[in-house]
């Protein structure tokens, strides 16, 4: 990773590093302020390092000129990672024991290269849509992406068993499915569950009215699409503010409002029944909407219709 590798544009820090791997180079990863700050200090502190001039290039770089790649090394990361993760007192999985005691994590699971299959799992638990995703890894496969992160057929199945009974209609009143009926006779699309019958059986690719869900009522959302919903209605604000700033027709801008509010109401209505439910039961459905989004995003099946003009290019 080269020294100066921070780029700030709009007030939004990206990371530059180069995919060495694939001879794509200075690449762009948005980070947090925190995380910048952390690298603004450290290239504070590398001028007082006694560095050989052939490595001073290098964000971490070998204080030795015997480096013949300049940097820090793979090898001497994972030994260096190796030696710090031995050497913690303690390290607790998930869970207890039968007598109540913190099951001890395995220590042989962390090594570098796991961090970046954490990085694609935090941004699948979070609802982060995988050509997104996909993006972010640098990655010109989906497939490649999708081999980051996947569910098991019993954790999904469990977590459908949750959701299965807070799903609603497109105005937010309740209408509970069985389990069977949330896996086999609706579709994931975009901002919810579809149940309409040509678009169930074209697996999400057939929608009659071009997937605007709030006016229609075969629409089934369920909380595990709160992220992407409220996503979507600061899409459509965006777009109706685009659309007055062009004297677009009212119609169109009326049709916009008439979405945001309709989403906006279904979102509401869920927020509010899950404000209501004890901390346990908000907390066991919180967790299988993770678990299906993140099962969602892992999907092989393209859940819109899209087009590309640019060329193709090889599978990473």
């Given amino acids: 990773m080269p020294h100066h590798c921070l780029e700030t544009t709009h007030g939004q820090t990206s990371l530059i590093w180069n995919n060495h791997k694939r001879h794509r180079h200075r690449r762009r990863l948005p980070i947090t302020e925190s995380t910048a700050q952390a690298i603004r200090t450290w290239q504070a502190r590398r001028p007082h ?7 001073d290039a290098y964000l971490f770089p070998a204080l030795s000129s015997y480096s013949s790649a300049g940097h820090l090394n793979a090898n001497y990361i994972s030994e260096t990672l190796r030696a710090w993760v031995d050497s913690l007192p303690a390290l ?7 007598s109540g005691n913190p099951l001890p994590f395995d220590r042989t699971l962390i090594y570098p290269y796991a961090f970046r299959h954490s990085y694609a799992q935090r941004h699948a638990d979070a609802g982060t849509p995988v050509d997104v995703l996909r ?8 497939a490649m992406t999708q081999r980051y992160y996947q ?9 459908v068993a949750t959701l299965s009974t807070h799903v609603v209609d497109r105005l937010g009143q309740p209408a509970p499915s069985t ?5 086999l006779r609706s579709v994931a699309v975009p901002y919810g569950g579809c149940t309409e019958p040509s678009n169930v059986k074209a697996g999400g690719a057939s929608c009659p009215i071009r997937f605007q869900c709030a006016s229609c009522g075969f629409y089934r959302p369920d909380p595990s699409y709160l992220p992407a919903i409220e996503q979507h ?3 459509l604000r965006a777009d109706r503010e685009t659309a007055q700033a062009m004297d677009a027709a009212t119609f169109v801008i009326t049709a916009l409002s008439d979405q945001i509010t309709a989403f906006e109401q279904a979102v509401t209505r869920m927020k509010t ?16 909407s993770t678990l ?13 219709p899209l087009t590309t003009t640019d060329p193709p290019q090889s599978p990473s």
């Fill in 292 to 304: 299906l989004r993140r099962a969602r995003a892992a999907s092989h099946h393209t859940l819109l």
């Fill in 151 to 159: 569910v098991s057929l019993k954790r999904k199945r469990a977590a």
């Fill in 273 to 288: 029944r899950l404000a209501a439910m004890p901390a346990h039961e908000r907390q066991e459905i919180e967790h299988a």
């Fill in 49 to 55: 390092l006694p560095l050989p001039a052939t490595n």
């Fill in 179 to 183: 389990t069977a009926s949330y896996e």
């Fill in 92 to 98: 607790h999985a998930e869970g207890v024991d039968a």
């Fill in 135 to 142: 993006e972010l890894m640098d990655h010109r496969s989906i």
């Fill in 233 to 235: 209605i600061n899409e």
